[in-house]
């Protein structure tokens, strides 16, 4: 285990969530919790709520929600190995969408003829 800086006795929730690499800058972090995508135990919180652990963060991102456990307090951003231990995901498996029956022209073919371009649309059903 990659060893982790020590717990601080309260953490602000978007520094928190930029320490454990869920988003890219502390900014973004503050940003998503102002839009309204982050909740703390079920409620919407400010990007100053503090964290205690046990805690649940439902973060909303790239139209999926991560449901994240609070296991440890840090506040300082470590390596993704490391920070994988502050938190435990329950996100469930997002369901595979079926893709669409869609005909793939071979490479190389060229454009597409007008007759191409109406079959295509008419399996779409833009027609």
């Known amino acids: 285990m990659t060893s982790l800086p020590s717990s601080p006795a309260t953490v602000r929730i978007d520094a928190w969530l930029w320490a454990i ?16 995508h982050v909740r703390l135990n079920g409620t919407p919180a400010k990007a100053s709520a503090t964290l205690v652990t046990g805690e649940t963060v439902t973060v909303r991102m790239s139209g999926f929600e991560r449901i994240l456990e609070v296991r440890r ?42 007759k191409d371009r109406r079959d295509m649309d008419r399996i779409r059903g833009e027609q």
């Open 73 to 114: 307090l840090i506040n300082k951003r470590v390596g993704a190995e490391a920070a994988s231990h502050c938190f435990t995901d329950h996100t469930p498996p997002r369901p595979v969408t079926p893709a669409l029956g869609l005909p793939q022209r071979d490479r190389g073919t060229g454009r597409p003829t007008k």
């Open 21 to 36: 690499r869920a988003y890219k800058t502390r900014s973004a972090a503050t940003a998503a919790c102002r839009a309204g």
